[in-house]
Each structure stands twice: as structure tokens, then as C-alpha cells.
């Protein structure tokens, strides 16, 4: 896996382009506020997306770094612990998810990474994932990395202020599948139901086919 793919990741991200559809979310304690967006890629992606960098921390301190997932299939998805809806449900369609995965298949690493980390601290994730299945490791460090990772990833995440002092972020929704070459090789949008993102984490973990033989002269 090539270290600091940030440039590749960029103009894969151009070339693909960010067909969106957007959804409001906002606090439960304050209005919707226009700008307030979760943002859903079309589907599929082109195999040509290469995957970005980040080197964060899970909530035990331990440090993440993508570049040390080379071989290794992970899934990886933006988001934040008061996002009030698209969050919770996908992390809680991941846990059915991974579930619903037939014996046998390769275990598979889910990364949550917080948008948020002023608010998200390792001990407010460590209590948010308790309500997740464990192979979900939720992820953050200080701003410019977490800028790092949505920049390289091509990760929109924008903040919205309000009267009262919250914010909200409007962030592209969606589950990146990346295989042990560090290429995206889908992007699951969110609100596929587990049944349906159980088949796409099968198909993204199943061994692939072997070459025919050659045929004997």
C-alpha cells in the first residue's frame, strides 16, 4: 500500500464525481439548518479509486495507520457520536451486518471515524461503540489528522453552528470497502438495510476466482 496517497485519492475522487442526494439531520434540540447534509454516493464505484491516509487512534490509545493495513480488507465510515440519525442506524446496520456474515468468512475490521473530535474524546467513543458489535473501532486523534483522512478520502464534513450553540456536521454517507491493495472497491450508501449490506460485505470478502487452466496443447 502506497504510503500518503492523498494526491491519488484526489483526483480519483474528480474523475469519479460526487453525484449526491441530501438529507437534513440536525441536534434533536435544534432547528434544521440549511447546509446540514449527509451526502450519499451513487453506486458502484469504479475500481480505480485509490483508498486515502490516516493514522489515528482507537479509544484505548492504540494507533491506527492505514498504511499498516496493506493486505488487510477494511471498511471504513465518517461520521460523528451526536449525529442524531444516519449514525446510529448505519453502525447499528453494520452490527447486524457483520452478523449475518456466513462462518467461514474472513473477519473484517469496521473503522468509525469521528468528524468531531472536539467533542468525540476516546472515553465518549468508548461508551458510544459499547452499543455496537466489537470488530466496529472507532477512530480519531487531533484536527489535522482527522482533516488528513477526510481530505485523502475525499470525505465531505461540514459544519453547521447554531443559535444556541450546537453544531452539526453534513458528511458524506457512506461505507468504503477497501481491499488489501488499498483500493475502494465499493461504497455501500447508507440505508441499504443489513440483509442487503451483509451480500455486499460477502461479495467484497469472498476469495476471488482463479484463472482457468491453460488448455493442454
Known amino acids: 500500500m502506497l504510503p500518503h496517497r492523498t494526491l491519488l485519492a484526489a483526483l480519483s475522487l474528480l474523475a469519479l464525481g460526487l453525484g449526491a442526494r441530501a438529507e437534513t439531520q440536525a441536534p434533536p434540540d435544534a432547528r434544521p439548518a440549511a447546509g446540514v447534509e449527509a451526502i450519499t454516493p451513487p453506486q458502484p464505484v469504479p475500481s480505480s479509486l485509490i483508498a486515502g491516509h490516516f493514522r489515528l487512534a482507537a479509544p484505548d490509545g492504540a494507533a491506527v495507520d492505514s498504511d499498516d493495513l496493506s493486505g488487510k480488507p477494511y471498511a471504513l465510515f465518517f461520521g460523528f457520536t451526536h449525529c442524531p440519525d444516519i449514525c446510529p442506524t448505519t453502525l447499528s446496520e453494520v452490527s447486524l451486518a457483520l452478523a449475518r456474515l456466513p462462518a467461514g468468512t474472513p473477519d473484517l475490521k469496521v473503522y468509525f471515524v469521528s468528524v468531531d473530535p472536539e467533542r468525540d474524546t476516546r472515553e465518549v467513543l468508548a461508551r458510544y461503540m459499547a452499543s455496537f458489535d466489537p470488530r466496529i473501532v472507532a477512530l480519531s486523534g487531533d484536527r489535522p489528522a482527522v482533516d488528513e483522512a477526510i481530505r485523502s478520502f475525499g470525505v465531505v464534513a461540514r459544519r453547521t453552528d447554531f443559535p444556541n450553540g450546537a453544531y452539526a456536521y453534513g458528511h458524506t454517507a457512506a461505507i468504503y470497502l477497501v481491499?488489501?491493495?488499498?483500493?475502494?472497491?465499493?461504497?455501500?450508501?447508507?440505508?441499504?438495510?443489513?440483509?442487503?449490506?451483509?451480500?455486499?460485505?460477502?461479495?467484497?470478502?469472498?476469495?476471488?476466482?482463479?484463472?482457468?487452466?491453460?488448455?493442454?496443447p
Open 179 to 216: 481491499d488489501g491493495d488499498g483500493v475502494i472497491v465499493d461504497r455501500v450508501g447508507a440505508g441499504k438495510g443489513p440483509d442487503a449490506l451483509a451480500e455486499r460485505l460477502t461479495a467484497f470478502l469472498a476469495p476471488p476466482l482463479a484463472a482457468p487452466a491453460a488448455p493442454t
